[in-house]
């Protein structure tokens, strides 16, 4: 999930539940618990194919950054800090970090996370503030250090293994970026374990990229049959990606105990995913090949007041092929076609 979705979130899981996104716990043992296994959200590694509770978390969610956290093992906020700047680097995870965490070299804590982590630990080393700082410019350039250097570190007990992954750095991220990452992860984490519904419902609204009403309305086992086929897929294509990525959450959901409500012209918002008795009432753009005017459109018009299907295609300016779409997938009800009268 990218970080601009991120404030739509916040703002439809206040809209939902009532509560300010800045003030819900940061140190949820629970909510901590989703970033080494997804047990607190009552489901296994076997039902949602995930080893981790983080998926729709915003940096955290996908199988890139899954994969270090099961690595690391992270246990509280600062290792997910150094998990962010180790997934938004260069050169600092792949043949580097990861190689050192997983031979028992260092840990999660020890290891090169942030550009700011090289001076403080150089510094706690007892070289100079300016010493320190060269070094960290050095390395977080992909500049790696001089044999100058190299030498003053290995005066002040800095180990080799240190040393050698300076040298294979090319982009560090900023500590203070990786801390908000985390920040916003945790907070949505936070209604992910505690508020589900919203949760997701928020998710999708945010980012309903990939999203099939043809698919997304099947029982749950075609879904994970559909998931594996996308999984299998040689050379994806982003629209594939969008597909799989939607289905990860949606299989997650449905074992969660969360479903979808259909599409109802009358009870959907145009784009809004919402909360309705415990399940979700998919919003008119759910179905494909309707967009975002074009639902806007169909929602002006019901609330406008329309008592036949004849009515809804005048208001709205839909197009057959759109108004035969929602005849055969049951969007509309029982609304005649006309208010004329058939005389016998």
Not at 150 to 167: Q, T
Not at 197 to 215: I, K, N, T
Not at 316 to 333: A, E, P, V
Request: net charge negative; hydrophobic share 40%.
């Amino acid at each position: 999930m990218l970080g601009h979705d991120v404030p739509t979130m916040y703002k439809v899981l206040g809209d939902y539940t009532g509560i300010d996104v800045r003030t819900v716990p940061m140190n949820d043992i629970k909510v901590m618990s989703l970033f080494t296994s997804p047990g607190v959200l009552g489901v296994t590694l076997e039902d949602i194919d995930c080893d981790t509770g983080t998926l729709g978390l915003p940096e955290m969610g996908t199988s890139y950054v899954r994969g270090m956290m099961v690595a690391a093992k992270p246990k509280c906020f600062s290792d997910l800090v150094q998990i962010s700047g180790l997934s938004h680097g260069t050169g600092i995870w792949l043949g580097n970090g990861e190689e050192l965490i997983k031979s028992g070299t260092c840990t999660i804590d020890t290891i090169i996370g942030t550009r700011d982590s090289i001076m403080l630990y150089l510094l706690q080393k007892g070289l100079e503030s300016s010493s320190a700082f060269k070094i960290m410019e050095s390395v977080r350039k992909g500049k790696g250090v001089t044999e100058t250097q190299e030498a003053e570190m290995l005066a002040h007990g800095v180990p080799e293994w240190y040393i050698d992954s300076c040298r294979k750095i090319k982009y560090m991220f900023p500590k203070a970026h990786a801390a908000a990452y985390v920040i916003s992860a945790l907070r949505l984490a936070w209604f992910k374990v505690y508020y589900p519904v919203e949760f997701y419902a928020s998710y999708f609204s945010a980012r309903p990229d990939g999203m099939d009403y043809s698919l997304v309305m099947k029982p749950k086992n075609e879904i994970r049959k559909t998931l594996d086929k996308y999984k299998s897929l040689e050379n994806p294509t982003q629209k594939d990606e969008d597909v799989y990525t939607c289905l990860q959450i949606v299989n997650e959901m449905y074992s969660r105990g969360v479903a979808f409500l259909p599409i109802d012209i009358f009870k959907s918002q145009a784009t809004a995913f919402v909360p309705e008795n415990g399940k979700i009432r998919l919003p008119l753009i759910a179905l494909n090949g309707l967009g975002v005017t074009a639902a806007q459109n169909i929602y002006e018009a019901v609330k406008t007041g329309i008592n036949t299907v004849e009515e809804l295609k005048s208001l709205s300016g839909i197009s057959k092929t759109l108004l035969d779409s929602l005849r055969d997938n049951g969007c509309m009800g029982n609304l005649p076609e006309t208010n004329q009268l058939t005389l016998f």
